[in-house]
């Protein structure tokens, strides 16, 4: 449904030569507030493709004129929003962008928790926190249903602070509650360390919370899109000098994964499951899979092997040398309560491989 409102303001200073730069610019801001207050509301999209503007002095234009004018704006406005394809909403997205701020303030958006398991000892080496969206209802939105969108909607940023700031809370608790010293991961993406102050935050926060920093693990995604290689070096640095290790997330893809991991100082790598998954039928991702490992001895990083589905690509991984296991094979992922039971049962004497 769309919703039109007018707004009728009188012109500064009419009768100053410069009064048009003037009120146009005091409609901007005044345009920026309201588009300010409903981005931090999830509405960021409706306001974007739905705003016009028009003055006129004196007794040049009714207010019926004027309004008319600034529908007219509208209206194009919305035609040429329609022309970019990447802000098109369906009405389905548009409920879902509205929804997810409230959704994080009511707590229905938490972390579960995907083990990463010593193939050789069964223990729980660390977990990966990975977002999932749990209505009041009970219904669960799946991360394809919310993250891209959250993305596209501009709300990437407010969900993987909440999920960030969950993980650290849940690694304070563990310790606290549970003498359970597993080493939780966060993804960030390239974005996050190039524009924000994330990394700070998440030592901050850590130290809050009283958490040691080698409890929480960064996993980079999307690092094709690396523009600033200085920003980005310097942040996993600074995050390495704190004591947190930084995994290259998803290696293989994308054309730059030798390059990034050339010039950035990473702890370890996670080799992409679109690789594990064909490892028994594909010579090809048989090779890359080797040489991969290869890679992180020669380098000297730890390697996690993510989507492991079935028993025997486990053992195939364990004859390449691959100790670290994430995927299916062992657990799917889990809220926090469950996990628990999972580690104390997989590792009764609760001590770290890594």
């Known amino acids: 449904m769309i919703h039109e409102h007018a707004m009728f303001l009188p012109l500064l200073s009419p009768t100053r030569h410069d009064s048009g730069l003037l009120n146009l610019l005091a409609g901007g801001a005044l345009l920026a507030v309201l588009l300010a207050v409903l981005t931090w509301d999830g509405l960021r999209d409706v306001v974007a493709e739905a705003t016009g503007l028009s003055m006129a002095r004196g007794e040049m234009l009714s207010l019926l004129a004027l309004a008319a004018i600034a529908g007219l704006v509208v209206y194009l406005a919305r035609r040429i929003w329609d022309l970019i394809p990447h802000t098109r909403f369906s009405p389905e997205e548009r409920r879902i962008l509205r929804s997810l701020p409230q959704a994080l303030v009511r707590g229905e958006i938490q972390p579960h928790f995907q083990p990463v398991v010593d193939a050789d000892s069964g223990k729980v080496v660390a977990v990966e926190a990975l977002a ?148 028994r039928d594909d010579p090809r991702a048989d090779a890359i899979v080797r040489a991969s490992v290869a890679i992180a001895r020669d380098l000297g990083l730890s390697l996690v092997a993510e989507g492991v589905e079935d028993w025997e690509t486990r053992d195939r991984l364990g004859q390449m040398g691959v100790r670290h296991i994430q ?28």
């Open 132 to 279: 999932r969206w749990v209505k009041a209802d009970g219904t669960m939105l799946s991360p394809g249903q919310f993250i891209g969108l959250a993305e596209r909607g501009g709300l990437i940023r407010l969900l993987t602070k909440a999920i960030v700031e969950h993980a650290v809370r849940t690694a304070a608790t563990w310790r606290e509650l549970h003498d359970l010293d597993i080493p939780i991961s966060i993804n960030l993406s390239v974005e996050d360390l190039e524009a924000s102050d994330l990394v700070d935050h998440l030592i901050a926060l850590c130290d809050q919370y009283g958490v040691p920093h080698g409890a929480i693990r960064v996993e980079l995604t999307e690092t094709q899109s690396i523009v600033h290689f200085d920003v980005v070096n310097k942040a996993v640095t600074t995050l390495r000098q704190a004591g947190m290790a930084v995994y290259l997330d998803d290696f293989g893809t994308g054309y730059a994964s030798l390059s990034v991991l050339h010039r950035i100082p990473f702890t370890g790598i996670k080799l992409d499951q679109s690789f594990i998954r064909t490892l």
């Open 327 to 354: 995927g299916y094979v062992y657990a799917r992922p889990m809220p926090a309560p469950d996990l628990i039971a999972f580690a104390q049962q997989a590792q009764p004497a609760l001590t770290l491989s890594l």
